[in-house]
């Protein structure tokens, strides 16, 4: 009996092919994830990020907060984060379809849950660093932290308080960690 011993390497030309059928496929250099669909509460703490967020990213020129459905494409991979900080595509027609020359985010922001836990703490992880994304935020409803890697290299965990210092703006943004959880 013949065992395989590597596993299918994934394009993104198949990965396009697959049906919107609720679920979220990614592709991470070959290998493909495929999510069902986030429940109430990863979504409960989207919005709120959203909402805290959002005044700061504007006051800064930051760019836009952008939602799933808006993707990262790097090198081949191409995936959705729960919440990105960017600038808007620079095509002026809003050519959706170009997400190669769609900016790099300078925040990219994951909930983990039982279904992504690993894949964001690892692969996706090393994605976002290979990519150039300032800072990559990993948020575990479980622990109630935040945990960010930084552009050195460094994971800082926050628990109560969360700081957030872009390049492109003079002062820190700062939260209490806790509005998102509770």
Known sequence: MAVATTAKKWTLAELHRLPDDGNKYELVRGELF??????????????????????????????????????????????????????????PRGNDHDWTRAPIPILVVEVLSPYTRRRDRQQKKNLYADAGVEE???????????????????????????????????????????????
């Open 34 to 91: 495929v999510t069902p669909p986030p429940s109430d509460a990863h979504e409960t703490i989207n919005a709120k990020l959203t909402s805290i967020l959002t005044p700061y990213v504007i006051e800064h020129g930051l760019g836009l907060v952008y939602h799933p459905r808006a993707v990262v494409r790097f090198e081949g991979s191409e995936v959705e984060p729960d919440l990105m900080v960017r600038q808007p595509h620079p095509d």
């Open 136 to 182: 990559y935020w990993m948020v575990d409803p479980e622990e109630r932290t935040i945990t960010a890697r930084r552009p050195d290299g460094t994971e800082k965990v926050m628990r109560d308080v969360a700081t957030w210092h872009p390049s492109a703006a003079s002062e820190p943004f700062t939260f209490s960690a806790r509005e998102i959880f509770d």
